[in-house]
T-cell receptor, first 112, second 112 residues
Framework: DAKTTQPNSMESNEEEPVHLPCNHSTISGTDYIHWYRQLPSQGPEYVIH???SNVNNRMASLAIAEDRKSSTLILHRATLRDAAVYYCILRQANQAGTALIFGKGTTLSVSS | KAGVTQTPRYLIKTRGQQVTLSCSPI?????VSWYQQTPGQGLQFLFEYFSETQRNKGNFPGRFSGRQFSNSRSEMNVSTLELGDSALYLC???????????FGPGTRLTVT
């Protein structure tokens, strides 16, 4: 499985944009990039995923580098509720089954 | 639509005992995956069931087992409990077994 590298922690102020980076230099052409987050005392929550093009949804935006060796999860206006551990995960498009390989993730702190 | 539910939410067992945890997926979801989360190892994939068949299995000993019923509800069983089995056990469901999974709140198991 291709691996991802994320910073251990990041800090942000409320109502400011947050850019969470993820490096995946060994990504293959069929790997989707998934982002999940885990709020304190809760199970992980799906955030967004993409393959090649940038993606937007109500929660966040995913910017994927042209060579796909890195991606950035963008929270447009951080709120206190966005404080969580954010996981960047690669998953093969033709993978049979749902197994997600979680790394250590990035712990995002948000201050008011 | 109701989310993924897990019962019980908290459990205390003694070494050597066995335990059964239950997971009810989102209505219509046929895939159920189980994960173990510990402070030391993070989130680790246990196994996945799809249409009552185990489709994937993580790197855990045979003491960890599971099954899925015709209504997609799933149970996991851990026999001969060890102290190291103390963890948060998370269940996730998905519609077609894709990377977009929905997690339950987890069952906190403490082995004494």
């Amino acid at each position: 499985d291709a691996k991802t590298t994320q910073p251990n922690s990041m800090e942000s102020n409320e109502e400011e944009p947050v850019h969470l980076p993820c490096n995946h230099s060994t990504i293959s052409g069929t790997d989707y990039i998934h982002w999940y987050r885990q709020l304190p005392s809760q199970g992980p929550e799906y955030v967004i995923h993409g393959l090649t093009s940038n993606v937007n949804n109500r929660m966040a935006s995913l910017a994927i580098a042209e060579d796909r060796k890195s991606s950035t999860l963008i929270l447009h206006r951080a709120t206190l509720r966005d404080a969580a551990v954010y996981y960047c995960i690669l998953r093969q498009a033709n993978q049979a089954g749902t197994a997600l390989i979680f790394g250590k993730g990035t712990t995002l702190s948000v201050s008011s | 639509k109701a989310g993924v539910t897990q019962t019980p939410r908290y459990l205390i067992k003694t070494r050597g005992q066995q335990v059964t945890l239950s997971c009810s997926p989102i209505s219509g979801h046929r895939s159920v995956s189980w994960y173990q989360q510990t402070p030391g190892q993070g989130l680790q994939f246990l196994f996945e069931y799809f249409s009552e068949t185990q489709r994937n299995k993580g790197n855990f000993p045979g003491r960890f087992s599971g099954r899925q019923f015709s209504n997609s509800r799933s149970e996991m069983n851990v026999s001969t409990l060890e102290l190291g089995d103390s963890a948060l056990y998370l269940c996730a469901s998905s519609l077609h077994g894709s990377g977009e999974q929905y997690f339950g709140p987890g069952t906190r198991l403490t082995v004494t």
